[in-house]
């Protein structure tokens, strides 16, 4: 998009007269939308946050074409079963052990996992599984405000309930 366009040349501006640190490989790995991505090692200050604009237009660039292919049917099972495989990548991501180099190491250790496409993109599939069913009259609006108490409520029990796995910090 222009504003991002623009972002991208002043961040590579300040970059060049040394006011930031901003690498030109971060620069076009941001400009590209792949900045979610990026290795810990490459991450700059300047950029990091595009990660989660990298993530959104990956989505929209992936999702209504998989959208389209399906049955009503499929897409509600489809989507429901993305926001699984998002929450399951969440928590068992980090420890992944991979083939790095010589050695093995952990995904957490390469990169900010929660920044990966998957598990972040479950968040963003959320909203769309509530869309779908909205707008085929599933689930009314008044309906599911109803239930909002009772998720949010849910939810924050689970964080107390086991804080390391879903408040990790990596």
Request: with cysteine; charged share 10%.
């Amino acid at each position: 998009t222009p504003p991002f366009v623009v972002f991208i040349l002043f961040t590579w501006a300040l970059a060049e007269a040394g006011i930031i640190k901003a690498r030109p490989l971060g620069l076009v790995v941001s400009f590209l939308y792949l900045y979610d991505f990026m290795p810990k090692t490459h991450l700059d200050a300047g950029l990091s946050h595009t990660w989660s604009l990298a993530v959104e237009e990956q989505f929209y660039l992936i999702w209504p074409l998989l959208a389209m292919s399906f049955t009503r049917s499929r897409l509600l099972v489809t989507s429901a079963l993305v926001i699984v495989v998002c929450g399951v990548a969440y928590l068992v991501f980090p420890d992944l052990v991979i083939p790095f180099s010589s050695h093995q190491t952990r995904l957490a250790q390469l990169f900010h996992v929660p920044h990966l496409f998957v598990p972040a993109v479950g968040a963003i599939m959320v909203g769309a599984l509530a869309g779908i069913l909205r707008a085929h009259g599933t689930v009314p609006g008044e309906r599911l405000l109803r239930w909002m108490p009772l998720l949010f409520a849910l939810l924050y029990g689970a964080s107390l309930w086991m804080p390391g796995p879903l408040l990790r910090l990596t």
